[in-house]
C-alpha cells in the first residue's frame, strides 16, 4: 500500500464466529493502514466466512477447543506481515487514529504498542483499558492464556532479553468495542469467560492476572468476586517491588484493591496498599480516592478533603491503566459534599455539588444529592430549583417530586408541597 513504508506492512488478525453484522464496519476502519486481513472462524453458521471472503481470501476454519490464544496462534502462523494488529470483529479502530498507528510503526526501537481499548454498554456507559493489539510480528511473540490472552508475557521476555526495545503507549489510539451493547450478548460472553477463566485457574492457580480478572468477571465489589480480588492482591504483594513492576496489570490491581478495601471498611490496610502503590507507580486519580476514602473512614476529614480534591485535579500519568472518569468523579464530589457537611460547612457542600450538576447534567445522582444537600443546608429554592431543572429536562420522577415537596414545604409553601406530592403518588 503507498502510505506503508517498505519492511512496515500491518497484518490485521482476527478471529471471528457469527459476526456478520459487525465484520464491514470493523475492516472499514482500518482498510487505510492494514496490507493484509487474516481471518480464523471457529464455527460461524450465519455467512461471516463467506462475507469475510469478499474481504480476503486469507481465511480458515478450525474448531474451537475453548481456547482464544490457539485461535490467536493460528491467525499468527498464517500472517505475513511485520507487525500485527489483533482485533475483534465487533470493534472497531476510532476516527482518525491510523495515522498515529502508522507513525508509531516507523521507530525501530518500538516492539509493541499500547492501545485504549473502550467497551461501549447498553445506555451510553463506557469501560476504558489499556491492551496491547499491536506488535512486531516475531516467531517468540506468542499469545498465552485460555481466556483474556495476552501476548505481553512474551513480550517482556524479548524485551528482558534486548533492552534496546520498548513498548510505546498511544494514549489516543482508541479501539471501539461494541460487542458488549446489548444485555443478553454482555452476558453470555461475561458466563463464558467466567468458565474459561475458572477452568485457566484450575491449570494454574498461581495465575494471578487471571485471578484478577476472575475478580472482575463475577464483580470486584461484591462477595463473589472480593475473595478472588483479594487472593490477587495478596499475590502479587509478595513478589518483589522490581516484579511488581514488571507485571502489566499490577498498578490496576493494587490501585482497585486499595478502592475495594476501602469500601469494606479496611482502611488501614487500604491506606498501605494506596500508598505502596504510589511508591512504585506515582499518583493516580483511582489511588488519590482510595486515600480520600480511607482517611473518612478512620474520621480524618482534613486528609480525606485534600486526597479527594487532589483525585479531582491530578491527570493520570501517561502509560497508566485507564479508569472511567465519570463515575469516579462523581463518586468524589459525593465524598466532597460529605465531608463538608460533616464539618457543617453546608454552603460549601451546596456549591461543591452545583459544579458537579455543572459537569454532569444527565447525572440523576448528582441532581437528588444536591436536592438533598440543599434540604440538609435548609436552602430549599437551591432544592427547588435543581428539581425543577431535572424534572423538565428528564420527565416525572417520583424520588425527585417528593423531595420537591419537602423543599416547598420548607419555604413555606404547603400549596405546592401538595402538588408535588399529589404528582408522586400519580407515578
Not at 461484591?222 to 513492576?245: C, K, M, V
Request: proline share 4%; net charge neutral.
Amino acid at each position: 500500500m503507498d502510505n506503508l513504508l517498505a519492511g512496515q506492512r500491518i497484518s490485521l488478525c482476527m478471529i471471528v464466529k457469527n459476526e456478520i453484522d459487525w465484520l464491514p464496519g470493523c475492516l472499514e476502519s482500518v482498510k487505510d493502514i492494514v496490507a493484509e486481513i487474516v481471518i480464523v472462524d471457529t464455527g460461524s453458521t450465519d455467512g461471516t466466512v463467506e462475507l469475510a471472503g469478499k474481504f480476503t481470501s486469507r481465511i480458515k476454519q478450525i474448531a474451537w477447543i475453548e481456547d482464544f490464544s490457539h485461535a490467536r496462534n493460528v491467525a499468527l502462523d498464517m500472517a505475513a506481515g511485520d507487525w500485527v494488529l489483533a482485533m475483534d470483529a465487533d470493534s472497531s479502530l476510532g476516527k482518525d487514529c491510523g495515522h498515529q498507528i502508522l507513525q508509531a510503526v516507523r521507530e525501530p526501537d518500538v516492539l509493541a504498542c499500547n492501545l485504549v481499548m473502550r467497551n461501549h454498554f447498553e445506555g451510553g456507559d463506557r469501560e476504558t483499558f489499556l491492551c496491547t493489539p499491536l506488535f512486531r510480528r516475531l516467531p517468540n511473540l506468542r499469545y498465552s492464556g485460555k481466556v483474556h490472552e495476552q501476548v505481553t508475557p512474551a513480550l517482556k521476555e524479548l524485551m528482558l532479553s534486548n533492552p534496546l526495545w520498548r513498548c510505546a503507549t498511544l494514549d489516543t489510539v482508541f479501539i471501539e468495542h461494541y460487542g458488549y451493547m446489548h444485555e443478553q450478548t454482555k452476558l453470555g460472553k461475561r458466563s463464558r469467560n467466567i468458565e474459561l477463566l475458572r477452568k485457566s485457574l484450575a491449570d494454574d492457580p498461581s495465575d494471578i492476572y487471571r485471578r484478577f480478572k476472575l475478580a472482575q468477571a463475577l464483580g470486584a465489589e461484591n462477595d463473589t468476586g472480593f475473595p478472588h480480588l483479594a487472593a490477587a492482591l495478596e499475590a502479587l504483594l509478595r513478589l518483589s517491588p522490581g516484579q511488581i513492576r514488571e507485571q502489566a496489570f499490577a498498578h490496576e490491581l493494587m490501585a482497585n484493591g486499595a478502592l475495594r478495601l476501602a469500601g469494606r471498611n479496611q482502611p488501614r490496610k487500604a491506606l498501605e496498599i494506596s500508598r505502596l502503590t504510589e511508591s512504585l507507580f506515582g499518583k493516580h486519580p483511582v489511588t488519590s480516592f482510595a486515600r480520600a476514602l480511607s482517611h473518612y473512614l478512620s474520621r480524618d476529614g482534613k486528609s480525606s478533603l485534600q486526597s479527594a480534591n487532589e483525585a479531582l485535579t491530578i491527570a493520570r500519568p501517561p502509560g497508566s491503566f485507564v479508569c472511567n472518569p465519570e463515575w469516579l468523579r462523581e463518586d468524589l464530589y459525593l465524598l466532597i459534599a460529605q465531608i463538608l457537611q460533616d464539618r457543617g460547612e453546608y454552603s460549601r457542600a451546596v456549591e461543591t455539588l452545583k459544579a458537579a450538576v455543572a459537569e454532569f447534567a444527565d447525572s440523576r445522582r448528582m441532581a437528588l444529592a444536591l436536592i438533598r444537600t440543599g434540604l440538609a443546608a435548609r436552602m430549599p429554592l437551591e432544592a427547588l430549583n435543581e428539581g425543577a431543572r431535572w424534572l423538565t429536562a428528564h420527565g416525572p420522577d417520583k424520588e425527585c417530586l417528593l423531595l420537591c415537596a419537602d423543599a416547598a414545604q420548607m419555604h413555606g409553601d404547603t400549596a405546592s408541597a401538595a402538588k408535588w406530592r399529589s404528582m408522586a403518588g400519580a407515578l
